[in-house]
């Protein structure tokens, strides 16, 4: 089916306690690794860009390849930019077609910039019906800043008042999770979580999700996450396994290759079980209300994505697509775009 809009799943993470799982891919072994594990677990699947792949990628083809691979896949594919410092990434992913995307703004912005800056990826974003999550506080990396993660978690009064003030969908609070870790030991602060999703009703995620610990994980999500990030560890297992194939004296490329896919299936496998985001896509289950699949949700496949009477519609833009497909809207957007860059 063609690529997804993230928030029916959203709404139905938050109905059933589960998160809706996401996992980087960079090519095509990785992209059919993640994809392959989620039409295992019968389950939706964020697949996500890292902004500085926009640079040296031919973003516009890979993106194509995505949605050939998605529109070929019975579990809905939901297309995510991940951590976006510039607008110009936001505007760019739009026309590749993303559907959800992440701003975290210029590195070192104060609050004040950092809303203004949200708004306007805001504003953009839902002209072309994506939607977009913002980071508050900061989440570190391992090997640049880790020691600064529990300084720099999130304040759910500021949480309130960035989600207001911007108009997000999803917030990715900082709680003490840190990119890159190799093992589960982040200290997360489940107490400022729980403040957090009681502050405001936008979708959380967590971000860093390699270095959580699986009960932590699994808590998290009864105190409101609806969406996790990993990636660290899908990398580490294909590594591994490439290092083993590699030690065989094999050293076909082609073999490697599989080796990553395996590598990225086996490991978001199970971290899918891990966020209980498995059979989902389960007719027998009453769920998937708004998805087109036509293998597993024939009935509702008429249905509109996004129409009037959904709750979980904020944006007055994105109300305003009612009963239009992505389709629809995504062949208006560049004129879209550029009529919004004309006006400001
Ligand atoms: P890890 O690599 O630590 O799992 O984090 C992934 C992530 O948060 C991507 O945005």
């Known amino acids: ?57 031919d973003m516009e083809s890979f993106t194509d390849l995505i949605k050939n691979i998605a529109s070929k896949t019975d579990v809905p594919v939901i297309l995510h930019l991940d951590h976006a410092t510039e607008l110009a990434s936001i505007i760019r992913a ?12 210029p590195v070192g912005a104060s609050f004040e910039e950092k809303v203004e800056k949200t708004k306007k990826a805001v504003e953009i974003a839902h002209l072309a019906g994506a939607t977009v999550e913002a980071e508050l506080g900061y989440i570190t990396r391992v090997g640049v800043d880790e020691k600064a993660s529990q300084e720099n978690i999130a304040d759910p009064k500021l949480a309130k008042e960035f989600v207001e ?95 990553v896919r395996n590598g990225f299936r086996e490991v978001v496998e199970d971290r899918l079980e891990v966020l209980r985001s498995v059979n989902i896509c389960n007719p027998a289950n009453g769920t998937c209300h708004y998805c087109t699949s036509e293998k597993y949700c024939v009935s509702k496949a008429s249905s509109p994505l996004v129409s009037d009477n959904q709750p979980y519609i904020k944006s007055s833009a994105i109300g305003s697509m009612s009963n239009r497909t992505y389709e629809d809207v995504l062949n208006n957007v560049s004129s879209l775009i550029a009529d919004y860059v004309k006006n400001k």
């Open 94 to 105: 739009i026309k590749c077609g993303f559907t959800a995307v992440m701003f975290d703004g």
């Open 1 to 57: 089916m063609p690529l997804a809009d993230i928030r029916p799943y959203l709404e139905d993470s938050r109905r059933k306690k589960y998160a809706l799982g996401c996992f980087n891919v960079f090519d095509t072994e990785t992209l059919e690794g993640v994809i392959e594990a989620a039409v295992n677990k019968k389950t939706p699947v964020v697949c996500a860009i890292y902004e500085p792949q926009f640079k040296y990628s």
């Open 165 to 259: 003030r911007t108009g997000i969908d999803i917030l990715a609070p900082a709680i003490g999770s840190v990119h890159g870790m190799g093992e589960q030991k982040a200290a997360i602060n489940l107490e400022m979580l729980r403040q957090i999703a009681m502050s405001t009703n936008c979708y959380l995620s967590l971000h860093g999700g390699s270095g959580v610990d699986d009960s932590i994980v699994q808590q998290a999500i009864d105190f409101g996450i609806n969406k996790a990030s990993v990636y660290t560890r899908l990398s580490n297992r294909a590594i591994e396994r490439v290092k083993d194939s590699l030690s065989t004296g094999k050293g076909d490329i082609s073999a490697i290759l599989n080796e």
